[in-house]
Structures are given as structure tokens and as C-alpha cells.
């Protein structure tokens, strides 16, 4: 079993940046790959990045691309979301998830590929 939880949300303006950090519990956390997602009001969750479980391969949606980065620190057990430039529209609750199959070659971008989940952290981009 792993426990995540999610922090670095806040309040931004338009351009700005925020780093979101997700601790995980659990002795087995280094060989899972990890994702980030995010569900904004109304809407459903999206995948935003996902990173391998050695670091060495990562994924993003498109409209992130070139604006989050996704690392992971696996001595601190702990994955990373870098957002620069930030718009309005990235203004979401952010989620953490792990993929629990050991040493995974994929990088999935659905929700029903994770089987963990932390309790999000709220992102708002002012304009």
C-alpha cells in the first residue's frame, strides 16, 4: 500500500510558477511509475504528466508541453511537478497517482491505469 500526498498549491498569477511535491509512503515506491493529473470545476480529470519509474522517460499532455516538467527524487521518495508560465486555464486540483505494477515499461495516461491516488492540491491562476 502507498500513501501520497500532495502539496505546493496555491494562488498565481498568469505567468507565473508554482512546484507541487508528492510524498509517498511505502518501501516499494521506487518502482512504480508515477502521473500527475488534474480536474478543474465540472470537468473530468485530465492527465497532465507521468514519469518513469528510474526518471529516465517522461510524458505530458500537449498543453503542457514546453511549460511542466515532471522529476522524481526516489531516495526522498518523492515526485515533482515543475509549472512555468502558467495560464488560467491550468487553474485545476492537482493529483498524484501511482501505477503499482513493478518496474513498468509504460507510461499510461488514463485514470483507471493508476491504483493510488493523493487527496489533490488546488491550483488557481489569476489573469
Known amino acids: 500500500q502507498v500513501q501520497l500526498v500532495e502539496s505546493g498549491g496555491g494562488l498565481v498569477q498568469a505567468g507565473g510558477s508554482l512546484r507541487l511535491s508528492c510524498a509517498a509512503s511505502?518501501?516499494?515506491?521506487?518502482?512504480?511509475?508515477m502521473g500527475w493529473f488534474r480536474q478543474a470545476p465540472g470537468k473530468e480529470r485530465d492527465f497532465v504528466a507521468a514519469i518513469s519509474w528510474s526518471g529516465s522517460s517522461t510524458k505530458y499532455a500537449d498543453s503542457v508541453k514546453g511549460r511542466f516538467t515532471i522529476s522524481r527524487d526516489n531516495a526522498k521518495k518523492t515526485v515533482f511537478l515543475q509549472m512555468n508560465s502558467l495560464k488560467p486555464e491550468d487553474t485545476a486540483v492537482y493529483f498524484c497517482?501511482?501505477?503499482?505494477?513493478?518496474?513498468?515499461?509504460?507510461?499510461?495516461?488514463?485514470?483507471?491505469?493508476?491504483?493510488?491516488w493523493g487527496q489533490g492540491t488546488q491550483v488557481t491562476v489569476s489573469s
Open positions: 511505502g518501501r516499494t515506491f521506487r518502482s512504480y511509475a
Open positions: 497517482a501511482a501505477d503499482r505494477t513493478y518496474y513498468s515499461g509504460s507510461l499510461y495516461v488514463t485514470n483507471d491505469q493508476y491504483d493510488y
